[in-house]
């Protein structure tokens, strides 16, 4: 039965048959000439987990995770999510080195848009922690591939590949070693975007994990928060924390109920929201590890309050030497009347080597349009043009609406990946609607 | 498949020398590396006009009265990649004064019904398996209803019209959105030298229609709009009526 499925951002709908993934799964009994794309919780924001005309297929929802406590090595489903990965992580001393900004994406889904974190100046992106990848390739076997050695072409190109290589089964990711599963915050204001770059730059000296928000609105100077965080030490804890230090937290969850079709979000609900949110108590204190990271986990629907037309979110990085690319982003932003919410500025440490995974060193903006916006497909050409002369490029995790030209000029190492995945699914079994717009099956 | 703008990834028109469709193509979102392929009999000389010539233009060169080739390079248009939206827009006008002429007659029904016929079942077809997408049907409002001056002309019209009517039955499974345009009479190249009937418009004006429509994904749009009225009355008007009005 074909069902209509969307991303996150609810502005692509996809008719497709969902598949939930079985042990037993005969790839070739399953599939049609329009192939197949392995689809975790659906947050990637465009179409990059769906296959209009063919078949979906949902990660299972195995929580079997095997963790070695002596060198903290795990075993993990690709099904398995974030939260879940940190919960168990967490029971023994242990926490993953990277995590996104929301705990409900699966392993695989992570592995596959190589996720990065607060920790990312740091800690490099998600595959930096990825020992081992067990993937279903379009042959139907079941292949082990490893950073290093003879399958690493693959692995490179499965990391940040989009799942277009082939079904994540299971990974082993190394763990690090925590004292407790608190993190000491400290967030301060910054009046400017000038002062909100230095502030970023001097927090990422000291804390392991460092973001800001950016107010894209009112009078688009690009003030903003900056949030930094260490893992706490047992003696900034109090008493309560102290006795549960490796507890991990319930994040209490909550459903929007909005039954409108038009968009909450507009220039006067985003100058307001932002307006209280940078005067706001600053969060200098020590609180719970899962809380700082996933901070919108506690609304489990929040992307309905775009309405029935959905959103787009926009996120894109530029070298650390075009810094005044933001500067004239946020300027475009101001002549279109754009305004955005939770608009997260950070700063990316090196390269990851996956063929066209998005991190590369430089500053990364995300911003959020409700689709609907006059002028926004002129105002989002522009700033494809901007990214892609500044030497940047746009996060296919997010992308819903970039075009072929910009892709290949955004990722230089497009080819090699192309020949990668032409090597290993020469029918293009492995294929998505973003694939299919982006030329890349 | 559109993506989160709307715009249309790849369009392919049969008669891409229609001047309706190529006004249509003007007023419907494109992105820069849209494809759009133009369908039609000695295409590869044809002048586009200058407002779409920053579009990435493909020629096809098709006879659609040899069916069998017609349906290959159709396959070979969803082969290199899914299409967006198809535009029926090929038709011939035919002979008023000789459209029983057996060639002509025969001419008109071939490439106005049976040639469309089969172009939109391949069509569908292609696009069922891709689960989304669009088809425009140029239809006409000489099909609602037979006049002495067209109706052989009419009577091609509304076979497809009726065929069309009966896919968008099926649209619900296939996620496929079938709109079928009326015009009355427009100001165009077919129509030159030919006395305008009335409510006579222009193409852009159709084609603005025809853009609401897809938007829409409206079934049926007549241009101009104040034809959706018109047109009713018109089939139920009694013969001796009509007959006063049909000269």
């Known amino acids: ?441 | 498949m559109l993506n989160s703008l709307g715009e249309y990834q790849k369009i392919l028109i049969l008669g891409g020398k229609s001047d309706l469709a190529l006004s249509l193509i003007n007023e419907i979102p494109l992105s820069e590396d849209s494809e759009v392929l133009l369908a039609g009999n000695n295409i590869s000389n044809f002048k586009t006009p200058p407002e779409l010539s920053k579009l990435n233009i493909e020629r096809i060169d098709i006879n659609f009265r040899d069916i069998e080739k017609a349906k290959f390079l159709v396959a070979s248009a969803f082969d290199t990649g899914d299409v967006d939206l198809v535009i029926i827009a090929y038709a011939i006008l035919g002979d008023e004064i000789s459209q029983l002429d057996p060639s002509i007659y025969e001419n008109v029904l071939h490439t106005n019904f049976y040639s469309q016929a089969l172009m939109l079942n391949q069509v569908y077809n292609r696009m069922a398996l891709q689960h989304h997408g669009q088809i425009l049907l140029i239809s006409s409002v000489a099909g609602v209803r037979p006049r002495k001056r067209n109706f052989v002309y009419g009577t091609s019209k509304s076979s497809v019209d009726f065929l069309v009517q009966g896919l968008q039955k099926l649209t619900h499974d296939s996620n496929i959105s079938l709109t079928i345009l009326r015009p009355g009479f427009v100001h165009t190249k077919m129509t030159t030298g030919i006395p305008p009937a009335p409510f006579a418009t222009d193409k852009v004006t159709v084609a603005k229609i025809a853009a609401r429509a897809l938007r829409n994904k409206s079934r049926i749009a007549y241009a101009p709009r104040i034809l959706f009225f018109v047109m009713p009355i018109l089939k139920i008007l009694p013969e001796r009526i009509f007959r006063l009005l049909d000269r």
């Open chain 1, 1 to 441: 039965m074909f069902q209509m499925i969307s991303g996150w951002g609810n502005s692509i709908h996809s008719h497709t048959v969902l598949k939930k993934f079985e042990n037993d799964l005969i790839l070739s009994d399953v599939v049609n000439v329009r192939g197949a794309i392995p689809r975790g919780l659906g947050r990637s924001y465009g179409d990059s987990a769906s296959n209009a005309g063919g078949i979906t297929i949902e990660s299972s929802n195995s929580s079997e995770i095997k963790i070695d406590v002596t060198n903290g090595k795990a075993v993990v489903p690709a099904g398995l999510t974030i939260s879940e990965l940190e919960r168990s992580a967490l029971r023994f001393g242990f926490f993953p080195h990277v995590v996104p900004g929301t705990g409900n994406v699966t392993v695989g889904g992570a592995i596959a848009s190589d996720i990065h974190g607060k920790s990312h100046h740091y800690s490099g992106s998600f595959s930096n922690q990825v020992l081992e990848i067990e993937i279903l390739t379009a042959d139907g076997i079941k292949r082990i591939i490893h950073p290093s050695g003879n399958s690493s072409k693959l692995f490179w190109a499965t990391v940040g590949g989009m799942g277009l290589t082939g079904l994540i089964l299971q990974a082993t990711i190394q763990l690090k070693k925590i004292e407790c599963a608190y993190v000491t915050t400290k967030e301060v204001r910054a009046k400017n975007l000038e002062t909100l770059l230095e502030t970023l730059i001097d927090f990422n000296k000291s804390y392991l994990y460092t973001v800001a928000w950016i107010d894209i609105s009112g009078k688009y100077t690009g003030r903003g928060i900056v949030s930094g965080a260490n893992h706490s030490v047992m003696n900034e804890l109090d008493k309560k924390q102290s006795r549960n230090r490796f507890m991990s937290s319930k994040i209490q969850t909550f459903r929007i109920r909005y039954p409108f079709k038009s968009s909450a979000v507009n220039r006067f609900t985003v100058h307001l929201f932002n307006f209280l949110w940078f005067f706001k108590p600053l969060n200098n204190r020590v609180q719970s590890i899962q809380r700082y990271m996933h901070p919108l986990d506690g609304i489990q629907n929040w992307n309905v309050l775009y309405g029935a037309g959905g959103f787009i979110q926009y996120q894109f990085v530029v070298p650390f030497q075009e810094e005044k690319v933001l500067k004239i982003v946020i300027e475009k932003l101001k002549d279109s009347k754009c305004s955005s919410p939770l608009s997260v500025l950070k700063s990316f440490g090196s390269e990851s080597k996956g063929l066209i995974s998005f991190p590369m060193p430089g500053w990364t903006l995300a911003i959020d349009f409700p689709v609907g916006v006059p002028g926004l497909s002129m105002i989002l050409r522009e700033l494809d043009e901007l990214v892609v002369a500044a030497g940047g490029r746009v996060y296919l995790t997010k992308d819903s609406c970039l075009n072929p030209k910009h892709m290949k000029a955004m990722y230089p190492q497009l080819a090699e990946w192309k020949n990668v995945k032409r090597n290993i699914d020469p029918n293009n079994f492995w294929q998505s609607d973003q694939g299919r717009r982006l030329k890349l099956c």
